[in-house]
Protein backbone atom coordinates (compact mmCIF):
# COMPACT_ATOMS: atom_id res chain seq x y z
CA UNK A 1 0.00 0.00 0.00
CA UNK A 2 1.40 3.55 -0.74
CA UNK A 3 1.17 5.61 1.48
CA UNK A 4 -0.60 8.91 1.25
CA UNK A 5 2.12 10.88 3.00
CA UNK A 6 4.55 10.30 0.68
CA UNK A 7 5.66 13.20 -1.52
CA UNK A 8 4.27 13.66 -5.28
CA UNK A 9 7.85 14.03 -7.54
CA UNK A 10 7.03 17.44 -10.17
CA UNK A 11 8.60 16.40 -13.68
CA UNK A 12 9.71 19.51 -14.90
CA UNK A 13 6.79 18.98 -17.62
CA UNK A 14 4.34 21.59 -18.72
CA UNK A 15 0.82 21.23 -18.40
CA UNK A 16 -1.08 18.59 -20.32
CA UNK A 17 -3.91 18.94 -22.38
CA UNK A 18 -4.48 22.59 -20.98
CA UNK A 19 -4.93 24.31 -25.24
CA UNK A 20 -7.11 22.99 -27.83
CA UNK A 21 -7.05 24.17 -31.62
CA UNK A 22 -8.82 27.43 -30.82
CA UNK A 23 -6.66 28.52 -27.81
CA UNK A 24 -3.40 27.47 -29.68
CA UNK A 25 -4.84 29.72 -32.65
CA UNK A 26 -5.52 32.87 -30.72
CA UNK A 27 -1.89 32.94 -29.72
CA UNK A 28 -0.97 32.73 -33.07
CA UNK A 29 -3.26 35.24 -34.04
CA UNK A 30 -2.30 37.56 -31.55
CA UNK A 31 1.32 37.29 -32.33
CA UNK A 32 0.23 38.65 -35.75
CA UNK A 33 -1.97 40.96 -33.97
CA UNK A 34 -4.58 42.06 -37.54
CA UNK A 35 -5.19 45.48 -36.14
CA UNK A 36 -1.75 46.22 -35.64
CA UNK A 37 -0.83 44.65 -39.25
CA UNK A 38 -3.65 46.60 -41.04
CA UNK A 39 -3.19 49.82 -39.34
CA UNK A 40 0.85 49.73 -39.72
CA UNK A 41 2.41 47.42 -41.93
CA UNK A 42 -0.52 47.46 -44.76
CA UNK A 43 -0.38 51.12 -46.16
CA UNK A 44 3.90 50.71 -45.40
CA UNK A 45 3.13 48.23 -48.42
CA UNK A 46 1.04 50.06 -50.49
CA UNK A 47 2.98 53.21 -50.57
CA UNK A 48 6.34 51.84 -50.96
CA UNK A 49 4.82 48.39 -52.79
CA UNK A 50 2.24 47.54 -55.85
CA UNK A 51 -0.17 50.29 -54.08
CA UNK A 52 -3.22 48.98 -54.89
CA UNK A 53 -2.39 45.53 -55.34
CA UNK A 54 -1.43 44.70 -52.05
CA UNK A 55 -4.81 42.27 -51.44
CA UNK A 56 -3.13 40.31 -54.29
CA UNK A 57 0.27 40.45 -52.91
CA UNK A 58 -1.57 39.24 -49.38
CA UNK A 59 -2.96 36.20 -51.62
CA UNK A 60 0.46 35.42 -53.03
CA UNK A 61 1.97 35.16 -49.23
CA UNK A 62 -0.79 33.20 -47.82
CA UNK A 63 -0.52 30.94 -50.55
CA UNK A 64 3.42 30.62 -49.76
CA UNK A 65 2.96 29.97 -46.24
CA UNK A 66 -0.04 27.65 -47.15
CA UNK A 67 2.59 25.06 -48.84
CA UNK A 68 5.28 25.96 -46.08
CA UNK A 69 2.57 24.50 -43.64
CA UNK A 70 2.26 21.04 -45.69
CA UNK A 71 5.98 19.92 -44.46
CA UNK A 72 5.58 21.61 -41.15
CA UNK A 73 2.89 20.22 -39.91
CA UNK A 74 3.73 16.94 -41.45
CA UNK A 75 6.12 16.74 -39.10
CA UNK A 76 4.17 17.75 -36.21
CA UNK A 77 1.90 14.78 -36.67
CA UNK A 78 5.25 13.30 -36.12
CA UNK A 79 7.24 15.11 -33.74
CA UNK A 80 5.98 16.41 -30.54
CA UNK A 81 8.26 19.09 -28.60
CA UNK A 82 7.87 22.52 -27.35
CA UNK A 83 11.43 23.46 -29.04
CA UNK A 84 9.55 23.77 -32.45
CA UNK A 85 11.94 25.15 -35.14
CA UNK A 86 14.81 24.45 -33.00
CA UNK A 87 13.74 20.54 -32.42
CA UNK A 88 12.46 20.22 -36.03
CA UNK A 89 16.17 21.27 -37.34
CA UNK A 90 18.16 19.15 -35.20
CA UNK A 91 15.68 15.87 -36.70
CA UNK A 92 16.22 17.08 -40.16
CA UNK A 93 19.63 18.25 -40.07
CA UNK A 94 21.49 17.39 -37.14
CA UNK A 95 22.64 18.86 -34.02
CA UNK A 96 24.99 21.77 -34.68
CA UNK A 97 22.58 23.06 -37.19
CA UNK A 98 19.71 22.66 -34.19
CA UNK A 99 21.83 24.45 -31.70
CA UNK A 100 21.97 27.18 -34.26
CA UNK A 101 18.51 27.60 -34.57
CA UNK A 102 18.02 27.24 -31.08
CA UNK A 103 20.14 30.76 -30.17
CA UNK A 104 18.51 32.19 -33.78
CA UNK A 105 15.02 31.36 -31.90
CA UNK A 106 16.14 33.29 -29.06
CA UNK A 107 17.41 36.19 -30.45
CA UNK A 108 14.40 36.73 -33.43
CA UNK A 109 11.81 35.97 -30.72
CA UNK A 110 12.84 38.41 -27.73
CA UNK A 111 13.39 41.17 -30.28
CA UNK A 112 9.73 40.52 -31.84
CA UNK A 113 8.67 40.72 -28.30
CA UNK A 114 10.94 44.03 -26.85
CA UNK A 115 10.36 45.88 -30.17
CA UNK A 116 6.76 45.78 -30.00
CA UNK A 117 6.90 47.05 -26.38
CA UNK A 118 8.07 50.25 -28.07
CA UNK A 119 5.06 50.61 -30.37
CA UNK A 120 2.52 49.81 -27.27
CA UNK A 121 4.19 52.67 -25.43
CA UNK A 122 3.77 54.94 -27.85
CA UNK A 123 0.48 54.20 -28.71
CA UNK A 124 -0.93 53.40 -25.63
CA UNK A 125 0.66 57.24 -24.52
CA UNK A 126 -0.47 58.62 -27.56
CA UNK A 127 -4.07 57.75 -26.97
CA UNK A 128 -3.93 58.83 -23.46
CA UNK A 129 -2.86 62.22 -24.39
CA UNK A 130 -5.22 62.81 -26.89
CA UNK A 131 -8.40 61.81 -24.87
CA UNK A 132 -7.74 62.51 -21.33
CA UNK A 133 -4.85 64.73 -21.48
CA UNK A 134 -2.80 62.47 -19.47
CA UNK A 135 1.47 63.02 -20.83
CA UNK A 136 3.60 60.41 -19.68
CA UNK A 137 6.50 58.86 -20.80
CA UNK A 138 6.05 56.30 -23.10
CA UNK A 139 8.32 53.80 -20.82
CA UNK A 140 5.78 54.42 -18.14
CA UNK A 141 3.24 52.84 -20.00
CA UNK A 142 5.96 50.04 -21.39
CA UNK A 143 6.99 49.12 -17.08
CA UNK A 144 3.21 49.11 -16.78
CA UNK A 145 2.85 46.44 -19.55
CA UNK A 146 6.26 44.28 -18.55
CA UNK A 147 4.73 44.03 -15.18
CA UNK A 148 0.98 42.76 -16.25
CA UNK A 149 2.80 40.27 -18.84
CA UNK A 150 4.95 38.94 -16.54
CA UNK A 151 1.60 37.88 -14.70
CA UNK A 152 0.24 36.30 -17.28
CA UNK A 153 3.42 34.79 -18.53
CA UNK A 154 4.16 32.85 -14.96
CA UNK A 155 1.16 31.51 -14.39
CA UNK A 156 -0.79 28.78 -16.53
CA UNK A 157 -1.36 28.91 -19.82
CA UNK A 158 -5.05 28.67 -20.07
CA UNK A 159 -5.34 32.18 -18.43
CA UNK A 160 -2.99 33.91 -21.21
CA UNK A 161 -5.70 32.05 -23.44
CA UNK A 162 -8.68 33.58 -21.89
CA UNK A 163 -7.19 37.26 -22.33
CA UNK A 164 -6.27 36.59 -25.87
CA UNK A 165 -9.27 35.39 -26.82
CA UNK A 166 -11.23 38.47 -25.93
CA UNK A 167 -8.76 41.43 -27.30
CA UNK A 168 -8.28 38.93 -30.69
CA UNK A 169 -12.44 38.97 -30.66
CA UNK A 170 -11.90 42.29 -30.28
CA UNK A 171 -9.59 43.77 -32.87
CA UNK A 172 -11.11 41.09 -35.55
CA UNK A 173 -14.88 43.00 -35.09
CA UNK A 174 -13.64 46.27 -35.41
CA UNK A 175 -11.32 45.89 -38.81
CA UNK A 176 -14.38 44.00 -39.60
CA UNK A 177 -16.82 46.36 -39.09
CA UNK A 178 -15.17 49.34 -40.86
CA UNK A 179 -14.59 46.99 -44.02
CA UNK A 180 -18.54 46.61 -44.06
CA UNK A 181 -19.17 50.04 -43.84
CA UNK A 182 -17.25 50.60 -46.74
CA UNK A 183 -18.69 47.47 -48.36
CA UNK A 184 -22.23 49.15 -48.05
CA UNK A 185 -21.33 53.01 -48.54
CA UNK A 186 -19.62 51.78 -51.55
CA UNK A 187 -15.73 53.14 -52.18
CA UNK A 188 -13.59 56.26 -52.38
CA UNK A 189 -14.81 57.81 -49.39
CA UNK A 190 -18.55 56.45 -50.33
CA UNK A 191 -18.62 58.26 -54.14
CA UNK A 192 -18.03 55.14 -56.21
CA UNK A 193 -18.97 51.56 -56.68
CA UNK A 194 -16.79 49.11 -55.01
CA UNK A 195 -14.10 48.08 -57.65
CA UNK A 196 -12.50 44.35 -57.81
CA UNK A 197 -9.65 46.30 -59.44
CA UNK A 198 -6.98 45.53 -56.55
CA UNK A 199 -7.51 41.72 -56.94
CA UNK A 200 -6.66 41.89 -60.74
CA UNK A 201 -3.27 40.48 -62.13
CA UNK A 202 -2.27 43.87 -63.51
CA UNK A 203 -2.58 45.36 -59.76
CA UNK A 204 -0.36 43.08 -58.41
CA UNK A 205 2.46 43.49 -60.40
CA UNK A 206 2.57 47.13 -60.58
CA UNK A 207 4.74 48.73 -58.52
CA UNK A 208 7.17 47.09 -56.28
CA UNK A 209 6.09 43.55 -55.69
CA UNK A 210 8.34 42.25 -53.94
CA UNK A 211 8.42 44.97 -51.65
CA UNK A 212 4.95 44.87 -50.87
CA UNK A 213 4.92 41.10 -50.07
CA UNK A 214 8.02 41.80 -47.32
CA UNK A 215 5.78 43.63 -45.51
CA UNK A 216 2.66 41.04 -46.18
CA UNK A 217 4.88 38.69 -44.96
CA UNK A 218 6.06 40.58 -41.95
CA UNK A 219 1.92 40.45 -40.64
CA UNK A 220 2.22 36.52 -40.69
CA UNK A 221 5.16 37.02 -37.98
CA UNK A 222 4.04 34.72 -35.32
CA UNK A 223 1.66 31.81 -37.19
CA UNK A 224 4.64 29.58 -37.09
CA UNK A 225 4.41 29.50 -33.33
CA UNK A 226 1.74 26.58 -32.90
CA UNK A 227 4.51 23.76 -32.81
CA UNK A 228 5.57 25.69 -29.59
CA UNK A 229 2.27 24.66 -27.91
CA UNK A 230 2.31 21.37 -28.85
CA UNK A 231 3.13 19.51 -25.32
CA UNK A 232 0.53 21.40 -23.94
CA UNK A 233 -2.40 20.67 -26.29
CA UNK A 234 -5.10 18.51 -26.52
CA UNK A 235 -4.18 15.40 -28.94
CA UNK A 236 -1.41 17.76 -30.32
CA UNK A 237 -1.23 15.72 -33.27
CA UNK A 238 -3.61 16.89 -34.40
CA UNK A 239 -4.64 20.45 -32.86
CA UNK A 240 -0.97 21.41 -34.19
CA UNK A 241 -1.68 20.95 -37.91
CA UNK A 242 -5.61 22.42 -37.55
CA UNK A 243 -4.60 25.43 -36.03
CA UNK A 244 -1.78 26.36 -38.26
CA UNK A 245 -3.99 26.01 -41.76
CA UNK A 246 -7.04 27.38 -39.20
CA UNK A 247 -4.55 30.73 -38.50
CA UNK A 248 -3.06 30.99 -41.98
CA UNK A 249 -6.38 30.99 -43.85
CA UNK A 250 -8.31 33.29 -41.09
CA UNK A 251 -5.34 35.70 -41.34
CA UNK A 252 -5.30 35.65 -45.01
CA UNK A 253 -8.57 35.84 -45.75
CA UNK A 254 -8.93 38.78 -43.38
CA UNK A 255 -5.92 40.92 -44.29
CA UNK A 256 -7.28 40.40 -47.96
CA UNK A 257 -10.76 41.40 -47.45
CA UNK A 258 -9.43 44.77 -44.95
CA UNK A 259 -6.74 45.92 -47.57
CA UNK A 260 -9.14 45.37 -50.72
CA UNK A 261 -11.74 47.40 -49.08
CA UNK A 262 -9.32 49.79 -47.29
CA UNK A 263 -7.84 50.34 -51.06
CA UNK A 264 -11.66 51.14 -52.32
CA UNK A 265 -12.47 53.55 -49.06
CA UNK A 266 -9.58 56.18 -50.04
CA UNK A 267 -10.47 55.19 -54.40
CA UNK A 268 -8.25 52.18 -55.63
CA UNK A 269 -6.70 55.08 -58.01
CA UNK A 270 -5.85 57.98 -55.44
CA UNK A 271 -4.72 55.68 -52.42
CA UNK A 272 -1.30 55.78 -52.51
CA UNK A 273 -1.33 59.98 -53.42
CA UNK A 274 -3.80 59.99 -49.55
CA UNK A 275 -0.96 58.33 -47.79
CA UNK A 276 1.51 60.09 -49.26
CA UNK A 277 -0.32 63.11 -48.16
CA UNK A 278 -0.59 61.79 -44.38
CA UNK A 279 2.35 62.94 -42.01
CA UNK A 280 2.29 59.41 -40.37
CA UNK A 281 1.22 56.55 -43.13
CA UNK A 282 0.08 54.39 -39.96
CA UNK A 283 -3.18 57.16 -39.33
CA UNK A 284 -4.40 56.08 -42.61
CA UNK A 285 -6.82 53.06 -41.34
CA UNK A 286 -7.70 55.49 -38.61
CA UNK A 287 -8.36 58.62 -41.02
CA UNK A 288 -10.77 55.71 -43.19
CA UNK A 289 -12.42 55.06 -39.41
CA UNK A 290 -12.89 58.73 -39.46
CA UNK A 291 -14.85 59.58 -42.24
CA UNK A 292 -16.83 56.43 -42.81
CA UNK A 293 -18.07 55.76 -39.31
CA UNK A 294 -17.10 58.59 -36.80
CA UNK A 295 -14.69 60.34 -34.44
CA UNK A 296 -16.43 57.94 -32.02
CA UNK A 297 -15.40 54.32 -33.46
CA UNK A 298 -11.84 55.81 -34.16
CA UNK A 299 -11.54 56.46 -30.46
CA UNK A 300 -12.52 52.91 -29.99
CA UNK A 301 -10.08 51.77 -32.46
CA UNK A 302 -7.43 53.20 -31.79
CA UNK A 303 -7.80 51.91 -27.94
CA UNK A 304 -8.26 48.17 -29.71
CA UNK A 305 -4.73 49.37 -31.56
CA UNK A 306 -2.72 49.82 -27.79
CA UNK A 307 -4.58 46.09 -26.77
CA UNK A 308 -4.26 44.41 -30.06
CA UNK A 309 -0.31 45.28 -29.83
CA UNK A 310 -0.10 44.11 -26.13
CA UNK A 311 -2.12 40.83 -27.14
CA UNK A 312 1.12 40.07 -29.37
CA UNK A 313 3.44 41.17 -26.58
CA UNK A 314 1.92 38.65 -24.61
CA UNK A 315 2.10 35.83 -27.21
CA UNK A 316 5.83 36.65 -28.31
CA UNK A 317 6.14 36.08 -24.54
CA UNK A 318 5.03 32.98 -24.06
CA UNK A 319 7.15 31.85 -27.23
CA UNK A 320 10.31 32.65 -25.90
CA UNK A 321 9.46 31.56 -22.44
CA UNK A 322 8.79 28.06 -24.04
CA UNK A 323 12.03 28.14 -25.95
CA UNK A 324 13.99 29.16 -22.83
CA UNK A 325 12.40 25.83 -21.31
CA UNK A 326 12.96 23.45 -24.17
CA UNK A 327 16.75 24.95 -24.58
CA UNK A 328 17.32 24.45 -20.71
CA UNK A 329 16.07 21.18 -20.63
CA UNK A 330 18.27 20.62 -23.61
CA UNK A 331 21.43 21.82 -21.61
CA UNK A 332 21.92 24.61 -24.89
CA UNK A 333 20.72 26.75 -21.45
CA UNK A 334 22.15 26.45 -17.93
CA UNK A 335 19.62 23.45 -16.44
CA UNK A 336 17.52 25.59 -13.76
CA UNK A 337 15.96 27.00 -16.98
CA UNK A 338 14.61 23.84 -18.17
CA UNK A 339 12.16 23.35 -14.89
CA UNK A 340 8.14 24.19 -14.94
CA UNK A 341 6.22 26.08 -11.65
CA UNK A 342 5.31 23.42 -9.30
CA UNK A 343 1.83 24.46 -9.04
CA UNK A 344 1.21 26.28 -12.41
CA UNK A 345 3.24 23.67 -14.41
CA UNK A 346 4.77 27.49 -16.71
CA UNK A 347 8.24 27.71 -17.64
CA UNK A 348 8.18 30.33 -15.25
CA UNK A 349 11.86 30.77 -14.97
CA UNK A 350 11.90 31.65 -19.10
CA UNK A 351 8.71 33.84 -18.42
CA UNK A 352 10.85 35.84 -15.75
CA UNK A 353 14.20 35.91 -17.47
CA UNK A 354 12.02 37.43 -20.88
CA UNK A 355 10.12 40.29 -18.89
CA UNK A 356 14.00 41.07 -17.00
CA UNK A 357 15.74 41.37 -20.40
CA UNK A 358 12.65 43.29 -21.69
CA UNK A 359 12.63 45.97 -18.87
CA UNK A 360 16.75 46.14 -19.60
CA UNK A 361 16.29 46.72 -22.95
CA UNK A 362 14.12 49.36 -22.97
CA UNK A 363 15.62 51.00 -19.64
CA UNK A 364 18.47 51.49 -22.58
CA UNK A 365 16.44 52.67 -25.10
CA UNK A 366 14.53 55.59 -22.60
CA UNK A 367 17.70 56.18 -21.20
CA UNK A 368 19.33 57.04 -24.24
CA UNK A 369 16.58 59.45 -25.70
CA UNK A 370 15.77 56.44 -28.89
CA UNK A 371 12.15 57.18 -30.52
CA UNK A 372 9.97 54.33 -29.38
CA UNK A 373 8.78 53.77 -32.86
CA UNK A 374 11.53 54.73 -35.22
CA UNK A 375 13.79 52.85 -32.95
CA UNK A 376 13.02 49.88 -30.56
CA UNK A 377 9.70 49.16 -32.91
CA UNK A 378 11.58 49.58 -35.93
CA UNK A 379 14.79 48.49 -35.77
CA UNK A 380 13.97 45.44 -33.74
CA UNK A 381 11.32 43.65 -35.12
CA UNK A 382 12.57 43.92 -38.52
CA UNK A 383 15.65 41.71 -36.94
CA UNK A 384 13.22 39.43 -35.67
CA UNK A 385 11.26 39.34 -38.75
CA UNK A 386 14.37 38.46 -40.59
CA UNK A 387 15.44 35.66 -37.84
CA UNK A 388 12.08 34.00 -38.43
CA UNK A 389 11.89 33.86 -41.85
CA UNK A 390 15.47 32.15 -41.68
CA UNK A 391 13.77 29.57 -39.25
CA UNK A 392 11.47 28.83 -41.50
CA UNK A 393 13.74 27.84 -44.45
CA UNK A 394 15.80 25.92 -42.48
CA UNK A 395 13.07 23.80 -40.94
CA UNK A 396 11.64 23.45 -44.37
CA UNK A 397 14.61 21.78 -45.72
CA UNK A 398 15.21 20.27 -42.45
CA UNK A 399 11.37 18.49 -43.01
CA UNK A 400 12.49 17.16 -46.43
CA UNK A 401 15.92 15.58 -45.23
CA UNK A 402 13.87 14.26 -41.96
CA UNK A 403 11.80 12.46 -44.10
CA UNK A 404 14.05 11.16 -46.84
CA UNK A 405 15.92 9.44 -43.90
CA UNK A 406 12.23 8.26 -42.38
CA UNK A 407 10.18 7.13 -45.62
CA UNK A 408 8.54 4.50 -43.71
CA UNK A 409 6.44 7.47 -41.49
CA UNK A 410 5.17 9.41 -44.56
CA UNK A 411 5.51 7.94 -47.74
CA UNK A 412 3.11 11.36 -49.54
CA UNK A 413 5.65 12.82 -51.51
CA UNK A 414 4.62 15.88 -52.28
CA UNK A 415 4.07 16.43 -48.31
CA UNK A 416 7.14 15.54 -47.05
CA UNK A 417 9.56 16.21 -50.37
CA UNK A 418 8.13 18.58 -52.71
CA UNK A 419 6.44 21.16 -50.46
CA UNK A 420 9.08 21.69 -47.95
CA UNK A 421 11.70 22.03 -50.89
CA UNK A 422 9.40 24.57 -52.72
CA UNK A 423 8.54 26.50 -49.45
CA UNK A 424 12.39 26.54 -48.52
CA UNK A 425 13.79 28.41 -51.62
CA UNK A 426 11.06 30.24 -51.61
CA UNK A 427 11.58 31.56 -48.01
CA UNK A 428 15.46 32.09 -48.72
CA UNK A 429 14.88 33.82 -51.75
CA UNK A 430 12.16 36.32 -49.36
CA UNK A 431 15.20 35.96 -47.10
CA UNK A 432 18.01 37.77 -49.51
CA UNK A 433 15.71 40.30 -50.96
CA UNK A 434 14.93 41.31 -47.39
CA UNK A 435 18.52 41.67 -46.99
CA UNK A 436 19.07 43.34 -49.56
CA UNK A 437 16.58 45.66 -48.95
CA UNK A 438 17.38 46.06 -44.86
CA UNK A 439 17.68 49.72 -45.25
CA UNK A 440 14.25 50.50 -46.65
CA UNK A 441 12.41 47.92 -43.55
CA UNK A 442 14.05 49.85 -40.67
CA UNK A 443 14.15 53.84 -42.20
CA UNK A 444 17.45 53.83 -41.87
CA UNK A 445 21.44 53.84 -43.71
CA UNK A 446 24.53 53.73 -42.32
CA UNK A 447 25.97 51.48 -39.41
CA UNK A 448 22.64 49.34 -38.64
CA UNK A 449 22.08 48.16 -42.15
CA UNK A 450 24.64 45.31 -41.43
CA UNK A 451 25.06 45.16 -37.45
CA UNK A 452 21.39 44.71 -37.14
CA UNK A 453 21.51 41.51 -39.59
CA UNK A 454 24.95 40.19 -38.20
CA UNK A 455 23.20 39.99 -34.39
CA UNK A 456 21.39 37.26 -36.57
CA UNK A 457 24.89 35.56 -37.67
CA UNK A 458 26.21 35.89 -34.23
CA UNK A 459 23.81 34.33 -32.94
CA UNK A 460 23.74 31.26 -34.97
CA UNK A 461 27.51 30.75 -34.30
CA UNK A 462 27.10 30.76 -30.57
CA UNK A 463 24.29 28.08 -30.86
CA UNK A 464 26.75 26.28 -32.94
CA UNK A 465 29.30 26.55 -29.85
CA UNK A 466 26.82 25.69 -27.54
CA UNK A 467 25.61 22.51 -29.25
CA UNK A 468 29.47 21.49 -29.65
CA UNK A 469 30.17 22.25 -25.73
CA UNK A 470 26.82 20.06 -24.84
CA UNK A 471 28.73 17.32 -27.14
CA UNK A 472 32.41 17.40 -24.71
CA UNK A 473 30.61 17.64 -21.99
CA UNK A 474 27.22 15.25 -22.25
CA UNK A 475 28.14 13.45 -25.32
CA UNK A 476 24.90 11.14 -24.63
CA UNK A 477 22.35 14.52 -23.95
CA UNK A 478 24.07 15.79 -27.28
CA UNK A 479 22.83 12.44 -28.86
CA UNK A 480 19.38 13.23 -27.59
CA UNK A 481 19.20 16.74 -28.91
CA UNK A 482 15.63 17.76 -30.22
CA UNK A 483 14.28 14.40 -29.17
CA UNK A 484 10.77 13.67 -28.43
CA UNK A 485 9.49 14.01 -24.64
CA UNK A 486 5.67 13.68 -24.72
Request: hydrophobic fraction near 55%; aromatic fraction near 10%.
Amino acid sequence: MTSTNEPVVHDHRLRRGSVGVFGVTFFVISAAAPLTAMAGGAPLAMLLGNGPGVPGAYLLTVATLLVFAVGYTAMARHHISTGAFYSYVTRGLRQQFGGAAAYLALVSYNAMQIGLWGLFGAATGGFLADEFGLRIDWWVYVVLGIAAVAVLGYRQIDLSVKVLSILVAAEFLVVLVLAAVIAVRGGDFGTAPVSVTPLLPSALTGGSLPIALLFCFASFIGFEATALYSEEAEDPRRTVPRATFLSVVTIGVAYTFVTFLMINGAGVDTTRGFIERLSDPTTFLFELADSYVGPWFTTIMRMLFCTSVFAAVLAFHNAVARYVYALGREGLLPGHAGRTHLVHRSPHVGSVAQSVLALVVVAVFAATGQDPVRALFTWLTNLGTLGVIALMAACSFAVAAFFLRHRDLDRNIVRTLVAPVVAGLALTAILGYAVANFDLLISAGGVLVWLLPSLLLVAAAAGVVASLILRARAPRRYARMGQHYV
